[in-house]
Nanobody, 115 residues
Framework: QVQLVESGGGLVQAGGSLRLSCAIS????????MGWYRQAPGKERELVAS???????RYADSVKGRFTISRDNAKNTVYLQMNGLKPEDTAVYYC?????????WGQGTQVTVSS
């Protein structure tokens, strides 16, 4: 069972920045894809950003140019740098890791952006 632990969420004013971290219990070199989803109240969970084992990046249109996903193989950690935050970015952010057809999830971290 892969364990994922997120950190770095919090309350920030519009225009501010946060960096989310996701520590993974296994070598991320074994993971096919990892990244971040978010879920706002009353809305479906949506993909924010992902990175594949080959380094391919994918972003939601709403965060392109503002968010950056990265990973540290030595620390088995994936990051989400969020700049230019907007109130509509307010959500619970979930880290995920997929190995073949099995996806594991973190517990989520709250990000709240005030206007």
């Amino acid at each position: 069972q892969v364990q994922l632990v997120e950190s770095g969420g919090g309350l920030v004013q519009a225009g501010g920045s946060l960096r989310l971290s996701c520590a993974i219990s296994i070598s991320i070199l074994r993971i096919d894809a990892m990244g971040w989803y978010r879920q706002a109240p009353g809305k479906e969970r949506e993909l924010v950003a992902s990175i594949s084992s080959g380094g391919s990046l994918r972003y939601a249109d709403s965060v392109k140019g503002r968010f950056t996903i990265s990973r540290d193989n030595a620390k088995n950690t994936v990051y989400l740098q969020m700049n230019g935050l907007k109130p509509e970015d307010t959500a619970v952010y979930y880290c995920y890791a997929r190995i073949f057809t099995t996806t594991s999830w973190g517990q989520g971290t709250q990000v709240t952006v005030s206007s």
